[in-house]
């Protein structure tokens, strides 16, 4: 199931991608896309930060936690065009997916390639 929902991801930022080619540039419209997030690790309440491109509030309304079968709305404390600082929210002890919620013209959720482990 991850994997599927992994790959889907992928095809929808290819899409996203191949829509934007008729644009001027590409660059004026960045897919948001998380690279890193540290700490890797923690418990409910510490916080994180996630690291990448596009990330403003502009273009990110909202992050989750995904498992595959369950998302959690994760609180932001701050937000810029390179990182998301947020709480690891109450969740039971595994890893997660970094999931974000766009602000395209048609929503949607990306799944990102950055895992959390709540401990």
């Known amino acids: 199931m991850k994997i599927i929902a992994f790959w889907l991801a ?3 930022m290819a899409s996203a991608a191949a829509g934007w080619a008729d644009n ?3 660059k004026d419209n960045p897919v948001p896309l998380l690279d890193r997030v540290e ?7 510490d916080v994180a ?3 990448g491109q596009a990330l403003d509030k502009g273009r990110v309304a909202e992050v989750f936690f995904t498992d595959g079968k ?3 709305k994760v609180e932001i404390l701050e ?4 990182m998301i600082k947020f709480k690891i929210p109450v969740a039971p ?4 997916w970094l999931m974000l ?9 990306l799944e990102q390639p950055v895992v959390v482990t709540v401990e």
């Open 39 to 45: 700490p890797c690790k923690g418990k409910a309440g």
């Open 93 to 96: 002890a595994r890893r997660y």
């Open 101 to 109: 919620l766009t602000k395209a013209v048609e929503p949607a959720l």
């Open 24 to 26: 001027k540039d590409p």
């Open 10 to 12: 992928v095809l929808l």
């Open 79 to 82: 937000q810029t065009a390179t």
């Open 49 to 51: 930060i996630a690291y």
């Open 70 to 72: 369950t998302d959690l």
